[in-house]
């Protein structure tokens, strides 16, 4: 007797697409791939631990005058802390695997022309992503720090706990990936025929609003010269992104 489970796979068979628990268990596995690759970034950023907290995380501090005091004010601070940056530096170095497992796990829609530029996609978004966290790190974090360290009274000591320290620099960071990988996201929703390059040139005026107050929100510091150096790059990942767009509408078409 054949089941409804052999039906559908020998239909899914026959006609090539997958079922739905087929795509759950695509999917179950795309996510274990991704998680294996977390781990084994997690394993080389334990090793290198300490040159990572001492010669990038905890540099910036020290770069600004005067240079910020950090404390560690719980009993278990610095080894939570330590787990932490060891997971995200997991997350970071592992960047290209993750966007890879994704794009195969969409590859079953894509069209069969459009599979092979996978690999180019994974290669410009993860250096999408290390751009913003780079850009971040020598860009703007210095520029909030150098704020936060002269700002108020001098009276005041700014003894920053150590914990509010970290989160500030790798929430900024990250953001900057994620804000950073807007060219990809224009490729993807062009793709899919949601967004149109002429749809970007009509309201390009409208998107410079959004990019000034994304900047705003974004910015570490409320200084305008700090949020004036994450809107530059943003309006020109935007421009970047219309000709994405009308580089996939055109494929498309032919």
Known sequence: MITDTEDNKEESSETGEMSFLEHLEEFRWRIIKSAIGVILGAIVAGIFINWIMDNLLLLPATKTTPPLKLQNIKPFGQFTLYMEVIIVGGI????????????????????????????????????????????????????????????????????????????????????????????MVSFFLSKVGILKPQFMRKY???????????????????????????????????????????????????
């Open 92 to 183: 970071i170095l592992s960047i290209p695997n993750i966007i890879y497992q994704f794009w195969k796990f969409i590859e079953p829609a894509l069209k069969p022309g459009e599979s092979r530029y996978i690999k180019s996609i994974v290669v410009f978004s993860s250096f999408c992503f290390l751009a913003g966290i780079t850009f971040a790190y020598f860009v703007l974090l210095p520029t909030a720090l150098e704020f936060f360290a002269n700002f108020g009274s001098t009276v005041i000591s700014n003894n920053i706990a150590i914990d509010e320290y970290f989160s500030f620099i790798i929430s900024t960071m990250l953001a900057a990936g994620v804000v950073f990988e807007l060219p």
């Open 204 to 254: 390009r005026k409208h998107a410079l609003i959004i990019i000034l107050l994304l900047a705003g929100i974004l910015t570490p510091s409320p200084d305008i010269t700090s949020q004036l150096l994450l809107a530059v790059p943003l309006f020109i990942l935007y421009e970047i992104s219309i000709i994405i767009c009308k580089l996939s509408q055109k494929k498309i078409t032919d």
